[in-house]
């Protein structure tokens, strides 16, 4: 098999063939048959002559002279047209032809995957596994959804795993990214970044929780006004409250937005920031994090904080005098809708967050009374952060998406289904064990979103890489994203019998019931028989799997220790047990770090002994 012919500019060549090259010979390392097949690979958008009988067969539409829109809404249609592509199998050639370059691309992961089974679960070159080859190869292959992303920003001291983890992306099928803008200025590797993002196709939303980039503290001394208001006083930081857990801590306060000076200092940096990083597809325009840090004047006060920063992106759309898309949150304090509709505009899209959830429930199911919905709905009071059901979000989403086609602006989702988050409810650890939610939550919540609307969706689930005990949350969630799709259960099972072979149903059994064993943290008791049967089974799988999953029921052993001595009011031992964590994380670093990010995990323990701690000294 080779790539015979493509339009594609040279750089895109050059990886592709690489990219075949590596995949022929893994298929020869593992005895995978591969047949005579030349594939030719073309952009629809360069009006490359294609012979009559490929025309004839051809159902896609080519984008060659469509030109890209100047509204979010038509956007999304005109870069879910460019990312399709059509496999057309014609006397042992394979055209694989894409609405634009993007399409081309999928298009021939989409085809090799099909020739040869190949799967690339993980970032890692150990990820790399074989399922079934398919039947019938030729295919239209089109997203679900026009962006498909992570917020990830790259660091200096992980280069190397942020362009793993790019080629991952396109070979899976995602094609955004949201990076902090405030850690983009400063990564060394950007240019790099940059070819590699525009080779596969990756498009740049740039901001995120950035504020103090474009408002930076040292405008204090001068202009306080332009800093919020609390208790009486204008701050760069104060402490703030979380009602749901009884706690009180720092957070950054948000500006004065009201105060017109303000603005016009915050959105002319942002602006100029814009035009001197034109890698920006859309900008991400996030307030400070946190909840209930919102300044308290009299002039703010007015405004939900939706309002404010809605009304902040009309005017930074105002001063580009150009299309940019403008990527909006709603989460927090932001959960509460403005009183009156916006001015319309079709320039923004309004990301929902459902943060913090314990996954017992889709948030469409029924049976939650809607008079008990406890987030976003006290501002300029202090909000609780923590739903009490997943169904709040439903209640809220439900409410959120006509306002949204009201005022034009385009709904996303901001997911957390793989998040390691520390519960300070006291309520469950359950995120910790990282094997979760329930698959049919994720696959039923995904397909629902699409029904609904949503053109934007993002896995917020860090640590990142977060392939740990395996991979099987993003070998479904990726393939999901994508029309006629097999079902996830299926996709799960061609992805244990890929890494376990034979004994994929024993291994998905015992991984079954160890999640069921977690799901009930009010009795933390996990069977020794079950810890057993578990580690006896890891121990038959292939390396490096086998010592994976067995670290992970050794990790899984001390969590729970650490949770049952929560419980039972031991704070010195449940503190002790954390440091053994720490210790076990550092000691495996070697071994983990190619799976899950070590450090990430290493920081959630020192944050529920801080937590607990400063709990003590009160």
């Known amino acids: 098999m080779i790539i015979e012919y493509s339009n594609l500019n040279n750089e895109r060549k050059i990886f592709l063939n690489k990219e075949l090259a590596d995949i022929l010979y893994l298929c020869r390392r593992n005895q995978i048959p591969v047949p005579e097949i030349n594939l030719l690979i073309i952009d629809s958008t360069d009006p490359t002559e294609l012979p009559q009988e490929i025309k004839h067969r051809l159902k896609i539409r080519c984008m060659a002279g469509v030109e890209k829109p100047d509204n ?9 047209n460019i990312q399709t592509s059509q496999s057309i199998l014609n006397n042992n050639k394979l055209w694989i032809i894409g609405g634009g370059a993007e ?34 190869i030729e295919d239209i292959y089109r997203p679900e959804l026009a962006f498909r992303g992570f917020e990830f920003s790259p660091s200096e001291e992980k280069h ?67 800093f919020g208001l609390r208790e009486g006083k204008r701050c760069i930081k104060a402490i703030v409250s979380f009602p749901d857990i009884n706690k009180k801590s720092e957070s950054r306060i948000q500006p004065c937005y009201s105060n017109p000076k303000l603005r016009d200092i915050m959105t002319d940096a942002i602006v100029n920031f814009i035009n001197n990083h034109p890698e920006t597809y859309i900008f991400s325009l996030w307030p400070h994090d946190g909840i209930n840090n ?46 009156k509709t916006l001015q319309f505009s079709n320039n923004t899209y309004t990301l929902f967050c459902p943060y913090l959830r314990r996954y017992e429930h889709r948030f469409f199911d029924d049976g939650f009374d809607e008079k008990k919905l406890t987030i976003g709905t ?42 390691v988050f520390h519960d300070e409810t006291g309520k469950s650890d359950r995120s910790r064990y990282l094997y979760h939610p329930d698959y049919k939550i994720v696959e039923d919540e995904i397909k629902k979103f699409i029904e609904l609307g949503v053109k934007v969706f993002y ?98 052993q001390m969590g729970n220790d650490s949770w049952k001595a929560l419980k039972n009011g031991d704070i010195n031992k449940m503190i ?6 720490i210790n076990f994380f550092k000691k495996n670093r070697a071994i983990l770090e190619e799976c899950i990010d070590v450090d990430y995990m290493i920081r959630y323990s020192k944050s529920v002994i801080n937590f607990y701690q400063n709990k003590e000294d009160k």
Request: glycine content about 4%; proline content about 7%.
């Open 294 to 339: 919102w300044c308290q004047c009299d002039k703010c006060i007015t405004k939900t904080p939706y309002e404010i920063m809605y009304n902040l992106a009309l005017e930074i759309t105002k001063k580009i005098k150009r299309f940019l898309p403008i990527e909006l949150l709603c989460y927090s304090n932001m959960f509460l809708i403005p009183e």
């Open 378 to 419: 006290r501002y300029p009071d202090p909000d609780p952060i923590n739903p009490t059901d997943d169904r709040e979000y439903g209640v809220l989403l439900n409410r959120w998406l006509p306002y949204l086609k009201k005022i034009g602006s385009t709904p996303g989702i901001f997911s957390y289904y793989q998040l």
């Open 72 to 80: 979010f809404t038509d956007l999304c249609e005109y870069e879910k």
């Open 576 to 581: 002790e047990t954390e440091n053994h964590i």
């Open 459 to 556: 896995d917020c689930s860090p640590p990142y890489p977060n392939f740990w005990p395996d991979e099987k949350f993003y070998s479904y969630l990726s393939a999901i994203l994508w029309e006629q799709h097999q079902s996830a259960d299926e996709i799960i099972a061609e992805y244990y019998r890929a890494v376990a072979g034979e004994r994929a149903e024993v291994l998905m059994n015992i991984l079954k019931n160890i999640s069921l064993s977690l799901k009930d943290r009010t009795n933390p008791e996990i069977p020794e028989s079950l810890i057993r049967t578990a580690k006896g089974i890891f121990s038959n799988l292939t390396e490096p799997i086998s010592n994976r999953y067995l670290l992970w029921i050794d990790y899984i």
């Open 103 to 136: 399409g081309a691309i999928y298009g021939f992961y989409n085809a090799v995957k099909k020739i040869t089974g190949i799967r690339w679960y993980g970032t890692s070159e150990s990820s790399v596994r074989f399922a079934k080859p398919a039947e019938i």
């Open 160 to 226: 190397d795993f942020a362009c793993r983890f790019l080629k991952w992306m396109v070979r899976n099928g995602w094609n955004l990214l949201d990076i902090n803008a405030s850690r983009w200025s400063v990564y060394p590797f950007r240019d790099e970044f940059i070819r590699m993002c525009n080779a596969f196709g990756i498009k740049l939303a740039i901001g995120c929780h950035a504020v103090e980039l474009f408002v930076p503290d040292s405008l204090f001394e001068t202009n306080p006004e332009f």
